[in-house]
Structure formats: structure tokens, C-alpha cells
């Protein structure tokens, strides 16, 4: 599936800033047997005097730009061309879960792809027992990998809802599990601490999701957003798996993927440092278009 990507993110600010340094993870990169991008292009304005463009360790495409003179306002704009490839289906040659951590031991590498990177606490994913004792609730005796994933996803979209005015994006994942409420960022950290409290590596997926308006309902622009899934490691044969459990479903062509990361930290779409008094607004609109649609 072919899909024409659009982002664009602004900020105020009620005063000018003073020498501005901002990372930005929001460049999609091709992704063997996932995605291909054809074309992408991430402005910025007012103009950076400093641009460095490069990867972070987990190979994630970043942006490093930099202001010297004040700025009030900050607009980041990316268009891009993206082949969403049609996953296989999923069969599920998992080892049993009481199994994974002899094949996780097999790993010998700690290239960026290694499970060994997504099994401990990270910056904003801790282990929780709260959490732990709610996943091994949610499976069945001799369950595999693969299973246990799917079931805790699953269980997850059942028993939390979706609410935007809950939490804020520097909610733990252990306040969002108590209140039972948060939005993809916290299911994805949830379901991450699950994971990895009952022994799957698990990391935090940035990227965009095509959204469908209702039946006979016209498709609106900006109606599409930022997403936010899980990826596992479920074993040497499967390897890593995608799922999201803001919508119980296994990623598919509808999903584009940014980054890969432990947990948002690694994958914040803009994060930096500005010297300013007085605090900023900040909005975002986000379309996700096949082409066959844009083409129309």
C-alpha cells in the first residue's frame, strides 16, 4: 500500500526564546520487508543555523538543529512517499514461555536489533509488580511467547480506555494501569511493562496509523495521528512482532513506522533545550492518504 504522509507540528511561545537545540525523530527510513520510503523531506522554520541529520543507536533517523538568535514560533513540516508492505500471516512457531529465556541466552549480539536491549527497566518504563501479577493473570498454562503477547494486548484494550484528558505524556505507565485510562502511549507502556515483567523483550513503536471515518461519513484532513505500538521478541524463529493494543490488533499496512525505541524516551518526536520565560502552545495535524485516494 502506497500512502502520501503528512506531519505538521507548531509552537508558540509567549516569549522569545534564547539559543533553541532541538532533536527531532519524525524522518521515516526504509525498513526491510516492512517499508520502503520513496520520497521524504522534513522542513523547518524559521531556518536552524545548525542541521546535522544522522542515527541514533537504534538506528532511528534524527535530526539535530540548533537556533543562536531568538525565535517565537517553531514549524516542523514532513511529507513523505511510503510502501507499506502487506505483513505475513503469523504462525505461531514460539517457544513456550517458560522456554524464551534459553533462547534468549542464545543471542550472542548486542547489535541494536538484540532482544537483550528491551528485557530491563528503561527510562520511562519500570517493572512493576502490580503490573507483573496483572499479566500472568492473563495467560493460560503452557502458553508460548507469541500467545502471551497477544493475550496480555488483548487483555489490555478490554479492561482500559482510551482517554485523551487522563494522562499527559509524562505519565507513568504505573498511574495509567491504576486509573485504567490513558491514550496509545500509555497502552503501549503498559503492555511494554507487562511484557517484560513476565520475561519478553518488548520495545515502543513510533509512527502513524490510517484512521477510517465512520460509514458514509466524508474522510476529514488532519483526522489522522501519531501512533504509538508494541514490538516483541517472541523467540529466534518469529523474532519481533508488532502489536497494538490502543486497537487489539497485530500492526499491519496501516501502520507506519518512525522509530523503534525501549519506551518514549527513545523516540520523542521533538525533544530539546530553549532558554525563555512563559510557557508555549503546541499543535499538530497529521494525513495518512493512499495515493489511489489522493490520486482520485
Excluded at 97 to 108: F, G, I, S, T
Aim: glycine share 8%.
Amino acid at each position: 500500500m502506497l500512502y502520501d504522509v503528512s506531519l505538521t507540528i507548531d509552537y508558540s511561545y509567549d516569549a522569545a526564546s534564547d539559543r533553541t537545540r532541538n532533536i527531532l525523530r519524525l524522518l521515516p527510513s526504509d525498513i526491510p520487508g516492512v517499508q520502503t520510503v520513496w520520497q521524504r523531506l522534513l522542513t523547518v522554520h524559521p531556518r536552524p543555523q545548525e542541521r546535522r541529520d544522522g542515527r541514533d543507536f537504534f538506528l532511528n533517523e534524527t535530526s539535530m538543529v540548533a537556533w543562536h538568535r531568538p525565535i517565537d514560533a517553531l514549524k516542523l513540516q514532513l511529507t513523505a512517499r511510503i510502501e507499506r508492505f502487506e505483513p505475513a500471516p503469523i504462525f505461531d512457531f514460539s517457544p513456550p514461555l517458560d522456554e524464551l529465556h534459553h533462547e534468549l541466552l542464545m543471542v550472542p549480539s548486542l547489535a541494536p536489533e538484540a532482544p537483550h536491549h528491551f528485557i530491563a527497566a528503561s527510562p520511562r518504563v519500570a517493572l512493576s509488580g502490580a503490573i507483573t501479577e496483572y499479566a500472568w493473570e492473563c495467560l493460560n498454562e503452557g502458553v508460548t511467547a507469541l500467545g502471551a503477547v497477544e493475550a496480555v494486548g488483548r487483555a489490555l484494550n478490554r479492561d482500559m480506555a482510551f482517554d485523551p484528558e487522563a494522562t499527559d505524556v509524562d505519565t507513568p505507565p504505573e498511574e495509567a494501569f491504576e486509573k485504567r485510562h490513558g491514550v496509545c502511549q500509555d497502552f503501549a507502556h503498559v503492555m511494554i511493562a507487562a511484557l517484560r515483567g513476565i520475561g519478553i523483550p518488548a520495545g515502543y513503536v513510533s509512527g502513524f496509523l490510517r484512521t477510517f471515518p465512520p460509514p458514509g461519513q466524508p474522510r476529514l484532513e488532519g483526522a489522522d495521528a501519531m501512533h504509538a505500538w508494541v514490538r516483541a521478541w517472541v523467540g529466534n524463529q518469529l523474532g519481533w512482532i508488532e502489536f497494538d493494543p490502543t486497537n487489539n490488533q497485530f500492526a499491519g499496512t496501516d501502520y507506519i513506522t518512525i522509530g523503534y525505541g525501549r519506551d518514549y524516551e527513545d523516540v520523542a518526536p521533538v525533544r530539546g533545550v530553549m532558554r525563555t520565560s512563559g510557557g508555549h502552545e503546541t499543535s499538530q495535524a497529521v494525513d495518512v492518504l493512499p495515493i489511489e485516494e489522493g490520486a482520485a
